[in-house]
């Protein structure tokens, strides 16, 4: 693959703009091709298989306690292009950009990514929660994450369900997944009625689905016998002090495995 960034392919008409700022999220087609999801899915399961990024704590199980030994049940890697820096010059990436674009009007501060592992026949879902939740809670957003799958999806291989609208409240209370301190995932401490509004995107591979980083979302188990890959890209407009503080209590309920591992490799670096 060159180290040239590929031209832009993706343009979103005016209808799908306003889409996204009432409803919070939109389904984008072809945000890259059937070769290069070819090629990405080559990268994707190297970067798993080896475990990469497990020491600095940027590889771990999102859904489960992730201690040695034990098999992960929701495997995520953190910043998988800070250690394969090609995939900055995908068609994907180009077109995210070119998506954040139109639906601020301007080019993204940052542009980050990170990737999901949903493995065949596995049984539990990504529960409901709002990305922001994850975030420094004294600082103001406009983010946004663009989820792309390696292969199709659908509601029984786990593809994102939204609620239209839920990016227009705040953030609502958190905890870890099942209450365990153990974990790093987050899942919503209440359950809003507007949840029965949800509606669910099945994707085929190399589609998107983009959501603001309030945006009510869940993916149900995969239940299909094929992993559940998907490349996850975000971008953001830089952050401002937000003027009035807020608390996100459940951040200091987590004491995770990876937290200790990003903390080690930190002050052995
Ligand atoms: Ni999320």
Known sequence: MSLLS?????????????????????????????EEVEWLREVYDELFDSRTGRERGDQFDLAGADEE?????????????????????????ANARQVMTALWGQEPASQGDHAILKPAGYGAPTPWHQDEAYWDPTLDYCSLSIWMPLQDVDERSGCLHFVPGSHLQEV?????????????????????????RAVSCPLAAGDCTVHHQRTLHYAPPNESDVPRRAWILMGGLEA???????????QAQR???????????????
């Not at 394969?84 to 995908?90: A, D, G, S």
């Not at 099942?178 to 009625?193: A, K, M, N, T, Y």
């Open 6 to 34: 590929p031209a832009p392919t993706v343009q979103l008409t005016e209808a799908q703009v306003r889409f996204y700022h009432d409803n919070g999220y939109l389904v984008v087609r072809g945000l890259t091709t059937v």
């Open 69 to 93: 030994g034990e098999t992960a049940k929701l495997p995520q890697i953190l910043n998988p292009s800070g250690y394969r820096p090609e995939l900055k010059h995908t068609l994907a990436w």
């Open 172 to 196: 609502l209370p958190h905890r870890p997944i099942g209450g365990d301190s153990r974990v790093h995932g987050l899942e919503l401490d209440c359950s809003p009625p507007e949840l029965a």
């Open 240 to 250: 401002k002090p937000l003027a009035e503080s807020r608390d996100f209590p459940w």
């Open 255 to 269: 004491h995770t495995a990876r937290s200790e591992r990003a903390r080690a490799a930190e002050a052995g670096a």
